[in-house]
């Protein structure tokens, strides 16, 4: 998971990427990068660590232009600790290409050995976004028939590289000289929002993110989603065009976006990522009271911030009182996107705290979005028990997570995973509490999917075991648990 913004303005961008930067750090904080474009000219400034402590004056200057690009990062590829990892990537050739991407690639052995062994490029990072960025550049060369570049070749060399690439790609890149280009995997797994905005001079400003809430935040009229398979180009001038370059394509967004990836505050496919939460509470609410006596509970707690609604909705639902028993430290980051577990486990004491005075005599229903390792569950469960709770009910808003997820989530193997493998009563066990239900996938699809028609199916292979894109295996899920382990 990854968070990235283009932006083709009438003035300098550089403001404007920074701070949809940091709308979008709940996306990934591991590194972060800003590139522009003046003129025929890249600007770049990468630096690992969050959006706030990365980028200094001297930076903001030197990143001159008017179109530009950013993205925030968490490693599912490459190594989080090398700062040559992060992105923006750039290629010089041809015409100079720099790109950044939010997905995991699922061909990057073959991809790998055909960029060597066919199209001689040189890779010299373990990240899939420079796979990703060498194949639209040699598909663009490919494709050159003059001097210049028009857009049909753009959409041409785009429509080669679905041919080629699998798994989830949400990609943004500039082109020196010409402009913008976005383009989103043929399932549309990972989001991708265009938004459009008149400047001063009356002129059209455009800009894509992942994220809609980018786009009201700064002044934009959502357009629309980026289609799966679609291709938009924005030139230096603010003049837009986009192509479907794909042959089959169809929208199965991931459904972990609407459980706990994305703000509640935005709308992604044209689904309310608040509204999906609350009905997921109210689908959860369902089971709890197919599998417990409700009377037995006296309060249900969430577990911040994600699980706030669903816990508010399941609440109201039952009828039980609702509070709030766990005060948070809004200045350590995200636990499930920290990379490692021991970092992960010491982290949770430090952004959570139990108050006594809610829990103490009793009976506890907390609400968390999801349990993927159980490392942030087991340790709030026995918080919640050393803050005086009688008993401790733990409720998932999602169903199980029972497979690695290779789409762009960081949960890659299943030993990492509490509920592979395990009995709902020997996870109990694990995490420690007295009861445990969790939402069933009918479910979460009723709740994420109600009142709309757009989106039809999601990707839920993390809890289904169904990878959409039918190149995912045996082999290939031992590989990638290989790799990790290494």
């Known amino acids: 998971m990854c968070g990235i913004v283009g932006i083709v303005s009438t003035e300098h961008v550089n403001q404007q990427v920074y701070d ?54 968490y490693a599912t590829r490459g190594d989080a600790s090398r700062e040559e990892e992060a992105q923006p990537f750039y290629v010089s050739a041809p015409y100079g290409i720099i790109l950044v991407h939010n997905g995991n690639l699922t061909n990057t052995r073959e991809l790998t050995a055909d960029l060597y062994n066919v199209d001689r490029r040189h890779l010299n990072t373990h990240s899939d976004t420079e796979l990703l ?26 429509s080669r590289l679905h041919e080629r690439v699998q798994g989830s790609y949400a990609s943004i890149a500039m082109i020196a000289g010409y402009g913008l280009l976005a383009f989103r995997d043929p399932f549309g797994i990972r989001p991708l929002v265009l938004g459009r905005r008149d400047s001063a001079e009356g002129k059209d400003e455009w800009i894509v993110a992942s994220e809609s809430l980018v786009l009201e935040s700064g002044g934009y009229e959502i357009v629309r989603d980026v289609a ?94 609702y509070r709030e028993g766990f005060f948070k430290n809004h200045y350590v980051g995200r636990t499930f996107i920290m990379p490692g577990q021991a970092v992960r486990k010491r982290s949770v004491r430090q952004k959570l705290n139990a108050m006594s005075v809610e829990f103490k005599g009793k009976n506890v229903l907390l609400v968390d979005d999801s349990i993927v390792r159980g490392t942030t ?93 039918g190149d995912i295996n045996a082999e290939y899920l031992a590989w990638v648990e290989a790799t990790q382990q290494s």
């Open 20 to 73: 949809s930067l940091l709308l979008l750090q709940h996306r990934g904080q591991d590194s972060t990068g800003i590139a522009t474009l003046d003129g025929d000219f890249f600007n770049v400034v990468k630096s690992k660590g969050q959006v706030r402590e990365a980028y200094r004056t001297r930076d903001m200057r030197l990143l001159a232009g008017n179109v530009g690009l950013g993205h925030v990062r």
């Open 133 to 158: 960025l060498n194949v639209l550049a040699h598909e663009l060369q490919d494709g050159m028939t003059g001097p210049g570049l028009d857009e049909e070749q753009v959409f041409a060399a785009v």
């Open 228 to 321: 799966p398979g679609e291709a938009i180009f924005i030139s230096n001038d603010g003049t837009m065009v986009s192509r479907q370059c794909a042959k089959n394509p169809v929208l199965i967004p991931c459904a972990f976006e609407y459980i706990y990836l994305a703000r509640p505050d935005s709308v992604l496919s044209g689904i309310s990522v608040y509204d999906a939460r609350l009905r997921l509470g109210e689908t959860l609410a369902e089971q709890v009271e197919r599998e417990l006596s409700t009377g037995d509970i006296d309060v249900v707690m969430p577990i911040p911030e994600s699980g706030r609604p669903s816990a508010m909705q399941l609440a109201q639902k039952l009828n039980i009182d």
């Open 377 to 469: 569950s087991k340790e709030i469960v026995e918080m919640a028990r050393a803050a005086g709770a009688k008993s401790v009910t733990f409720a998932s808003a999602a169903p199980p997570v029972l497979f690695p997820h290779v789409y762009g989530i960081n949960m890659p193997t299943r030993d990492e995973l509490i509920a592979h493998n395990r009995t709902n009563d020997e996870i109990n066990a694990q995490l420690g509490s007295d009861h445990l239900v969790y939402q069933t996938v009918e479910g979460m699809n009723r709740a994420i999917l109600s009142g709309q028609n757009t989106v039809t199916k999601l990707e839920e292979s993390c809890f289904t075991g169904e990878y959409i894109t």
